[in-house]
C-alpha cells in the first residue's frame, strides 16, 4: 500500500514536469494579447500590470524552479520566509533600478544567467560546495544576488515595451506587487506538494535525483537562451 | 523519517559526480533533440523532425496580427492615440475602444489606398446576446467622423482583408474612451 502511494506520488510529480515543460514555448518574455495591451497602453493602468506581474510569475517557470531549490530543503517557516523575502528584495531592486534607469540588459544573457542560478541552487542541494570545495558559500548571500538577476529579468521583459514615462513609477509598482503576489500563490502549491511529498522517505531517496533533475532543467534553459543568444543578436 | 533537518545533507564524491554528469547529459539531449528543433530549427539528430517538432520553429511573423504605436510626430499632434495595425493577407480582426454612453470620440483611419469591408460598430456593456448596433457599414480604404455613443459599452471596427497582401491601418482617435485594443 505504502510502495503504491510513492509510485502514484513519484508519477505525479513527473506529470508535473512534462506539464512545465510543455509551456515553455510560451513562457518566455509575455504573450501576445499582453503583448499588444503594453504596447498600445497609455497612462496608468494599475489593474493590468497587478495582473501582468502575477501571470508573469505563475507561468514564470524559471523563476518557479528556483524558488523550488531555495525551499527544497528549507523545514521551518521563519526558514522559508527570510530566504524569500531575500529573492523578493532582491528582484524588487534591480526590477525599479532597471525600468527608472532605463538599464536594459539583453534578455536571452540574463535568462540565461536566471539558468545558471538553477543549476547553483541544484548543486548547492547536493552539498556539492562543502563536498568538492570543502567550503558552503553562504546561501542567503546567494539568494540575494540571484534575485537581483531575477529581477533585471523582469525589467528587461518590462522595457521592451517603451513605457510610457509619465508615472512610470505607478504601473512598476502594480507590476511589482504582482509579482509578489504571483509568486505567494505559486509558493504555497510548491509548499503544499513538497509538504506532502516530506512525509514519505520518497523525498529523501528522491532528493538526489530531484536536484539533478532541477541542475539539468537549468542546463536546458541555459542552452536554449544562449543559443538564442548567438542566432539572434 | 529526519523531520527536521536544516542544512541539506552532504553527497559522497561519487554521487555528486554521477549526478552532474546525468544532469549535463540530459540537458544536452533535451536540447539537441527537443529544444533546438522546436525553438530554432536546429535539428542535428533528425529527432526532431521525426517528433515534428521542427514546424514550431518555422517564423510566424508574417501572418500573426501587429499592433503599434505611433510615435507622437507633427502629423498626429492633435490626435489623442495613433495605432497602427497589421492585417495579413486575407485575414480579419477588430480594434475596440471602451467609451460611455453620450460621450464622443473622434476618429479617422486610412489603409493607404487598400480596399478593406470594415463594420464599425458598438456592443452595449454586460450584454451577452451578442447584439450589436452597426453605425457604418462599407468597404473603403479611409473613414473618418465622430461617434456620439448612444450606449455604454465597446464600440469599434472590424476589418476584413480579402487582398493578397497585408494591408497596414492607421488609426487616429481622440475623446472620452479608453482603449480595449485588438480582439
Request: glycine share 8%; proline share 3%.
Amino acid at each position: 500500500m505504502h510502495l503504491i502511494k510513492q509510485f502514484s506520488l513519484n508519477f505525479l510529480l513527473i506529470t508535473l514536469i512534462v506539464l512545465l515543460w510543455q509551456s515553455t514555448a510560451a513562457a518566455h518574455g509575455v504573450d501576445a494579447n499582453t503583448r499588444q495591451f503594453l504596447l498600445a497602453n497609455q497612462g496608468v493602468a494599475i489593474g493590468p500590470f497587478l495582473y501582468i506581474g502575477a501571470k508573469h510569475m505563475v507561468t514564470g517557470y524559471d523563476h518557479l524552479l528556483f524558488l523550488l531549490g531555495v525551499i527544497f530543503f528549507l523545514f521551518n517557516t521563519r526558514d522559508i520566509i527570510r530566504y524569500v523575502s531575500l529573492f523578493t528584495l532582491g528582484h524588487s531592486l534591480t526590477l525599479f533600478f532597471g525600468v527608472l534607469t532605463n538599464v536594459s540588459v539583453n534578455a536571452y544573457l540574463i535568462d540565461a544567467i536566471i539558468g545558471l542560478s538553477i543549476v547553483y541552487k541544484g548543486f548547492d542541494n547536493l552539498g556539492g560546495f562543502q563536498r568538492v570545495f570543502s567550503h558552503q558559500p553562504n546561501t542567503q548571500a546567494a539568494v540575494l544576488i540571484f534575485g537581483l538577476f531575477h529581477g533585471l529579468g523582469l525589467a528587461t521583459k518590462l522595457q521592451e515595451f517603451g513605457l510610457p514615462q509619465e508615472d512610470l513609477w505607478k504601473n512598476l509598482l502594480a507590476f511589482n506587487i504582482g509579482v509578489e503576489l504571483g509568486q505567494f500563490f505559486a509558493l504555497l502549491f510548491i509548499l503544499l506538494a513538497l509538504n506532502i511529498w516530506r512525509k514519505f522517505n520518497s523525498f529523501y531517496s528522491f532528493s538526489v535525483l530531484t536536484n539533478t533533475l532541477l541542475m539539468s532543467a537549468g542546463l536546458i534553459l541555459f542552452g536554449y537562451q544562449m543559443a538564442g543568444f548567438i542566432l539572434m543578436v | 523519517m529526519q523531520m527536521k533537518k536544516t542544512n541539506p545533507p552532504v553527497q559522497s564524491l561519487k554521487v555528486l559526480i554521477i549526478s552532474s554528469i546525468s544532469a549535463v547529459l540530459l540537458a544536452f539531449f533535451v536540447l539537441i533533440a527537443i529544444v533546438g528543433p522546436a525553438e530554432y530549427a536546429i535539428d542535428p539528430t533528425g529527432i526532431g523532425k521525426a517528433l515534428g517538432l521542427t514546424v514550431l520553429a518555422k517564423p510566424v511573423e508574417n501572418i500573426s496580427k501587429a499592433v503599434v504605436t505611433c510615435p507622437a510626430g507633427d502629423l498626429t499632434s492633435h490626435w489623442q492615440d495613433v495605432v497602427m495595425i497589421t492585417l495579413p493577407a486575407n485575414s480579419e480582426l477588430e480594434y475596440k475602444f471602451y467609451i460611455q454612453e453620450q460621450e464622443e470620440m473622434t476618429y479617422a483611419w486610412s489603409s493607404e489606398g487598400a480596399a478593406l469591408y470594415f463594420d464599425f460598430h458598438g456592443e452595449p456593456a454586460g450584454n451577452t446576446t451578442g447584439y450589436f448596433k452597426s453605425y457604418q457599414e462599407a468597404t473603403d480604404s479611409q473613414a473618418k467622423g465622430t461617434l456620439l455613443a448612444p450606449f455604454s459599452g465597446v464600440h469599434g471596427w472590424y476589418w476584413k482583408n480579402e487582398n493578397l497582401k497585408p494591408v497596414t491601418v492607421t488609426l487616429k482617435t481622440k475623446g472620452k474612451y479608453r482603449i480595449k485594443g485588438l480582439i
